[in-house]
C-alpha cells in the first residue's frame, strides 16, 4: 500500500519562503517519476512542479524561478522549496507520483497573507 506523506506547510508572510517534504513509502521510489500540485480554495488541483527519477526538473511557468523541487532518494523524499510566496501561492500542497497513485495523501496547507 503506497503512503504519501506531506509536511511542512504553514502561515507564511508574502515574501517568505517554506520547504515542503512529501515521504513516499510502499513503492520503490528510486525509479518513480513525483509531482507537486496545488489546490487553491474554490479550485482544481493543479500541477506545479515535477522531478524524474534521474533528477530531471520541470516548473510550471506560474512557480518557475521562485519554486524549487527536489528529491532525496535515500530518504524516499520530495521536496519543494518555495521563496518569494505570493498570496496567490495559498492552498493545500499534495505530491504523487507521475503517472498518479490511486490514493492521495492530506496534502498540507500553505497559507501566504499579504
Known amino acids: 500500500q503506497v503512503q504519501l506523506v506531506e509536511s511542512g506547510g504553514g502561515l507564511v508572510q508574502a515574501g517568505g519562503s517554506l520547504r515542503l517534504s512529501c515521504e513516499v513509502s510502499?513503492?520503490?521510489?528510486?525509479?518513480?517519476?513525483m509531482a507537486w500540485y496545488r489546490q487553491a480554495p474554490g479550485k482544481q488541483r493543479e500541477f506545479i512542479a515535477r522531478?524524474?527519477?534521474?533528477?530531471?526538473?520541470l516548473h510550471d511557468a506560474s512557480v518557475k524561478g521562485r519554486f524549487t523541487i527536489s528529491r532525496n532518494n535515500a530518504v524516499n523524499t520530495v521536496y519543494l522549496q518555495m521563496s518569494s510566496l505570493k498570496p496567490e501561492d495559498t492552498g493545500v500542497y499534495y505530491c504523487n507520483r507521475i503517472p498518479e497513485f490511486a490514493n492521495w495523501g492530506q496534502g498540507t496547507q500553505v497559507t501566504v497573507s499579504s
Open positions: 510502499g513503492s520503490d521510489f528510486t525509479t518513480i517519476d
Open positions: 522531478i524524474s527519477s534521474g533528477g530531471f526538473r
